[in-house]
């Protein structure tokens, strides 16, 4: 399964777009991308997924090339609300078995 | 009950000491997790469960069991509480299958200490 790679920490403006890019290298057929965003004393949210190309819900885009070896989650005109931890995970569904690698998070600060 | 739900909030515990962290979800989904998290080492699974009577091992496994009797309750266990088992611990759901779209709802964890 695909070892997921994400930078520690990125720093914004309100108003800005964030791009926050994950690299998985070893990626498989089965594996699709996640992202999740975590908030201090909470736990994890989904936020957007994706196998190719690209995805666009109401908070994000997911964008994700034909190798598949990286995805990019873009954050449009953040605002400070934004500031949490983003999580890039790889998961495979094959039979009843799962796996499921998690990136070690992007902390996101937004600032005024 | 809304969504999912995990009990204690937090709990500090004295090594070799037997614990059970408690889950419940009211969604009837059929798959429920359990991740440890840790600074520095983000988000890892322990155990899962793809419906009740169902379970299979994470990343992080020993020292840690699970038992799915129902739908609804994926408690975990630590049967006898080490230092190294300080964490936040995580339970989540999501529907099953082979679909691929499996969103995961996480509860709002379980700070333990062990002492």
């Known amino acids: 399964l695909a070892k997921t790679t994400q930078p520690i920490s990125m720093d914004s403006y309100e108003g800005q777009e964030v791009n926050i890019t994950c690299s998985h290298n070893?990626?498989?057929?089965?594996?699709?991308i996640t992202w999740y965003q975590q908030f201090p004393s909470q736990g994890p949210r989904f936020i957007i997924q994706?196998?190719?190309?690209?995805v666009t819900n109401e908070v994000a885009s997911l964008f994700i090339p034909a190798d598949r070896k990286s995805s990019t989650l873009s954050l449009p005109r953040v605002s400070l609300s934004d500031t949490a931890v983003y999580y890039c995970?790889?998961?495979?569904?094959?039979?009843?078995?799962?796996?499921?690698?998690w990136g070690l998070g992007t902390s996101l600060a937004v600032n005024p | 009950i809304a969504g999912i739900t995990q009990a204690p909030t937090s709990q500090i515990l004295a090594a070799g000491r037997r614990m059970t962290l408690r889950c419940t979800q009211d969604?009837?989904?059929?798959?429920m997790y359990w991740y440890r998290q840790d600074l520095g080492l983000g988000l890892r699974l322990i155990h899962y469960?793809?419906?009740?009577?169902?379970?299979g091992k994470g990343e992080v496994p020993d020292g840690y069991s699970v038992s799915r009797a129902n739908t609804d309750d994926f408690p975990l266990t630590l049967a006898s509480a080490v230092p190294s088992q300080t964490s936040v611990y995580f339970c989540?759901?999501?529907?099953?299958?082979?679909?691929?779209?499996?969103?995961?709802?996480f509860g709002p964890g379980t700070r333990l200490t062990v002492l």
């Open positions: 989540a759901s999501s529907d099953s299958g082979t679909g691929s779209y499996n969103e995961q709802f």
């Open positions: 969604m009837r989904h059929n798959a």
């Open positions: 994706g196998y190719k190309t690209k």
């Open positions: 995970l790889a998961r495979r569904w094959a039979g009843n078995n799962r796996k499921l690698i």
């Open positions: 070893n990626i498989a057929t089965n594996d699709y």
């Open positions: 469960s793809n419906t009740a009577g169902t379970t």
